[in-house]
């Protein structure tokens, strides 16, 4: 994927690729998807209804989810590019709108959810959520492409975001209690072995870089949408912005031999 996370069709455009969300809500005619001639690459697709079978006929390739999105002006479609965290009451305000919200990212709610209008969600990662939710939080799913946790109320969210190293000992959670989740977004290295989880669940919607000896420990409260790598030794970790001569890759190979 590239960094373009969401895209509007435009009128003169042929072959649309590499995007997280192609919306193709707002458009109105079948004349105005003739425009595209073929889509790959793409997490979701948005499109009315009238116009879904229309994009059925086209070329797709490499598409996760397309999504149908009711006709008419009494619907608004909002893009969030998550994570995102909300109250238990983000929804519950009355309106006449259906109010469809396209979450790209872990959703996270800290309070109970209770009463949900007029709303849909669309969301492409994790959601978490108090105990107490499930009712509400079910009604209100339009689609989902990830996990649904739920956890103890009085328990919290810690989230590691972008690419972040910590000690084992950081899951022993001393400043917290045991009905906390720790959610893993980005990039997360464990560089020492874990001894103790001090968490309900380990949710990887990201990548966690583990030690290996800590590998049957730690299974035992992972909940997993993303990846998870055990590695032994001592590891080099390269993001892509590093640069390597060839005598680098000889002196790892010898070293491994």
């Known amino acids: 994927m590239s960094d373009q996370t969401t895209t509007t069709a435009q009128t003169d455009a042929r072959e649309i690729k590499n ?83 396209v979450v790209n990212g872990p ?31 079910g009604l ?17 969210v810690r989230s590691q975001t ?8 950081v899951l022993a ?5 045991e009905a906390d989740i720790f959610l893993v977004v980005g990039q997360t290295f464990i560089t020492t072995p874990v001894a103790k989880v001090g968490y309900r669940q380990v949710v990887v919607a990201g990548q966690l870089f583990a030690p290996r000896e800590s590998q049957g420990l730690l299974s035992n409260y992972l909940n997993v949408a993303g990846q998870v790598v055990w590695y032994t030794g001592s590891p080099r970790f390269v993001n892509g912005n590093d640069s390597f001569a060839a005598a680098f890759l000889n002196i790892c190979q010898s070293r491994s031999r």
């Open 140 to 156: 209100a799913i339009r689609d989902l492409n990830g996990p649904t946790v739920y956890f103890p109320a009085g328990g919290q």
């Open 107 to 137: 959703l996270i709610f800290t309070t109970p959810i209770h009463t949900v209008n007029n709303t849909q969600l669309v969301v492409n990662g994790p959601i978490l959520a108090p105990e107490g939710s499930e009712s509400a939080l």
């Open 173 to 177: 959670n001393g400043s917290g209690n």
């Open 19 to 101: 995007v997280a969300m192609l919306d193709l809500s707002t458009m109105k005619s079948a004349a105005e998807l003739d425009k595209i001639s073929s889509i790959k690459n793409v997490a979701t697709i948005l499109v009315a209804e009238s116009l879904h079978s229309k994009l059925m006929t086209k070329p797709i390739q490499n598409v996760a989810s397309i999504i149908p999105i009711p006709d008419g002006e009494n619907v608004r479609v909002k893009v969030i590019n998550g994570p995102v965290q909300l109250g238990g009451d983000a929804f519950s305000a009355e309106s006449d709108k259906l109010n469809i919200y």
């Open 162 to 169: 972008g690419q972040v190293r910590l000690d084992g000992d």
